[in-house]
């Protein structure tokens, strides 16, 4: 639902609070110059004062109480429109306070709930004229006097700024936003890298530009050996714990341009564009020597070591899948060497053994 106590209605509220403030205030004085030649009774002139000076604070404070903050506000703008036709008819239709007036407050319907709201407007303006011809009486003002020409330059000026402004911050908020699920919708939640679908994408990219451009690249995929042991011995908390730790070091030891993520489970991958074997090599060795060293005084008998296969792009791979898959058997054999080292494959060619374990 979208009416909370603490999100979208009472930010609708705010929003709304300032525009208002501003909208009431000046429109206060394009009225005025209208309704002075007609001489209304005391009771208008009061009316038209809490109208413009006081209405725009009770209404803030009257949807802040409401249990729907944003349907209050909504009842509120129809309220606005009601005075807006109410004061339309007070000063018989005088043209350019009458445009004036009304087309803000329509502009005002249209911004905060659309076509829905634009005609309820449209329906609470009408009733409000023919309340003040019932009240007051008609009849018509087809002439404007250079003063209240005057009175309304501030209204067709001050207030779409002010109005604008609001929306300009909330497109940036919007944008904001947008750009906060994106990232969310493209990052693992436990390890803060790439989730796997994301960082396929970057694999597809990158294998594009390594082949159209013909630059060096590696990838390499990382595991956590034994890890199922280490989740049913010291339990899936210290399992969570020894992930964000490796998530913590790819972060730390890689270079700026180099793309780590969680390709799934105990699982993770790197590319490394611009970077040929041995820098790429290198990096790896030095993660699985920092992982190794990982102790936790509170489970002096947890160990952590990592097998890890890279693979160098080249101009006879077929695909990013096929870039993957000599990876993948590097990293097998990896595994099926004793682990806890660093395999290496270029091409079709048969994995090539880094580092042995101590």
């Known amino acids: 639902m979208i009416d909370n106590r603490s999100g979208k209605g ?3 509220v705010r929003r709304i609070y300032l525009p208002r403030i501003i909208g009431m205030g000046i429109g206060l004085f394009s009225v005025m110059a209208a309704l002075a030649p007609l001489q209304p009774p005391t009771w208008v002139w009061l009316l038209l004062v809490c109208n413009g000076l006081a209405w725009p604070h009770l209404a803030y404070h009257w949807a802040l109480r409401c249990a729907t903050p944003y349907h209050a506000e909504q009842r509120n703008l129809l309220i606005d429109s009601l005075m807006g036709g109410f004061w339309t008819a007070a000063i018989h239709f005088n043209p350019l306070p009458s445009v004036t007036l009304l087309s803000m407050m329509t502009l005002n319907n249209v911004a905060a709930g659309g076509k829905r709201l634009l005609v309820r407007g449209l329906l609470a303006q009408l009733a409000g004229m023919l309340l003040a011809s019932l009240v007051l009486g008609t009849g018509l003002q087809l002439q404007a006097s250079p003063l209240q020409v005057y009175a309304c330059l501030p209204m067709l000026t001050l207030y779409p700024l002010a109005l604008g402004w609001v929306c300009y911050r909330l497109a940036i908020k919007l944008a904001e936003h947008k750009r906060q699920l994106s990232a969310l919708s493209r990052t693992d939640s436990l390890s803060g890298l790439l989730n796997h679908g994301a960082w396929k994408d970057l694999l597809l990219l990158k294998f594009q530009i390594c082949r159209q451009q013909q630059l060096p690249a590696v990838i390499a995929l990382i595991d956590i050996d034994h ?5 049913d011995t010291f339990g899936h908390v210290v399992g969570d714990s020894v992930l964000r730790h490796l ?4 972060q730390r030891n890689l270079g700026q341009d180099d ?16 970077q040929g074997q041995g820098q790429a090599c290198q990096a790896m060795e030095n993660l699985r020597e920092r992982v190794s060293a990982y102790r936790n005084p509170q489970l002096p008998a947890l160990r952590i070591s990592l097998s890890i296969g890279l693979s160098a792009f080249d101009k006879g791979l077929k695909s990013p899948e096929h870039w993957l898959d000599q990876a993948d058997k590097a990293l097998y054999a990896a595994k099926h060497q004793g682990r806890d080292q660093v395999n290496f494959t270029r091409g079709g060619a048969a994995p090539l053994r880094l580092a042995y374990p101590d």
Do not use: H, M, T
């Open 259 to 274: 793309q780590a993520g969680r390709y799934g489970g105990d699982e993770f991958c790197v590319i490394f564009p611009g």
């Open 227 to 231: 890890f199922k042991a280490i989740n």
């Open 247 to 250: 998530s913590q070091e790819l």
């Open 10 to 12: 009472l930010s609708f």
